[in-house]
C-alpha cells in the first residue's frame, strides 16, 4: 500500500470553489490511477474523479464533469481536484485513493490505499 497525504476542502458558500490535493509522501507516483471520492452522511462512497498517472487521461462522474477538475502536477506527482461553483449537495468528506487498476478506476475496490479524507462543507 502507498501512503496517501490531503489537503484543502473546508467551508464554502453555494457558488464558490474549493481546491483538493493529495500526494504519497517521499516518492512521485508515475503509474497506476489517483481517484477522488466523496461520501456523504449515510451515503455510498462514490466516484468523483480520476486520473492515469502515467497518460493523464482522467475521468470525471458525468454529474460532476461541468464543475469538477482533475489534474497531477508534473513535477512532483501531487494530484488536484478543483471544484467549482459548488453547492450544498457537494457537501461529503472527500477521500483520494491510490490503485493499480486495469479497468475504468471508477469503483471503490479498485483502490488499494486511501487518504485520511477531508470534509468540504458547503453552505447555502
Known amino acids: 500500500q502507498v501512503q496517501l497525504t490531503q489537503s484543502g476542502g473546508g467551508l464554502v458558500q453555494t457558488g464558490g470553489s474549493l481546491r483538493l490535493s493529495c500526494y504519497s509522501p517521499?516518492?512521485?507516483?508515475?503509474?497506476?490511477?489517483m481517484g477522488w471520492f466523496r461520501q456523504a452522511p449515510g451515503k455510498d462512497r462514490e466516484f468523483v474523479a480520476r486520473i492515469r498517472m502515467s497518460t493523464y487521461f482522467t475521468r470525471v462522474a458525468d454529474s460532476l464533469r461541468d464543475r469538477f477538475t482533475i489534474s497531477r502536477d508534473n513535477a512532483n506527482g501531487t494530484v488536484y481536484l478543483e471544484m467549482n461553483l459548488l453547492k450544498p449537495e457537494d457537501t461529503a468528506v472527500y477521500y483520494c485513493?491510490?490503485?493499480?487498476?486495469?479497468?475504468?478506476?471508477?469503483?471503490?475496490?479498485?483502490?488499494?490505499?486511501w487518504g485520511q479524507g477531508t470534509q468540504v462543507t458547503v453552505s447555502s
Open positions: 485513493a491510490y490503485g493499480t487498476p486495469v479497468g475504468p478506476a471508477t469503483a471503490t475496490n479498485e483502490f488499494d490505499s
Open positions: 517521499g516518492r512521485t507516483l508515475s503509474s497506476g490511477s
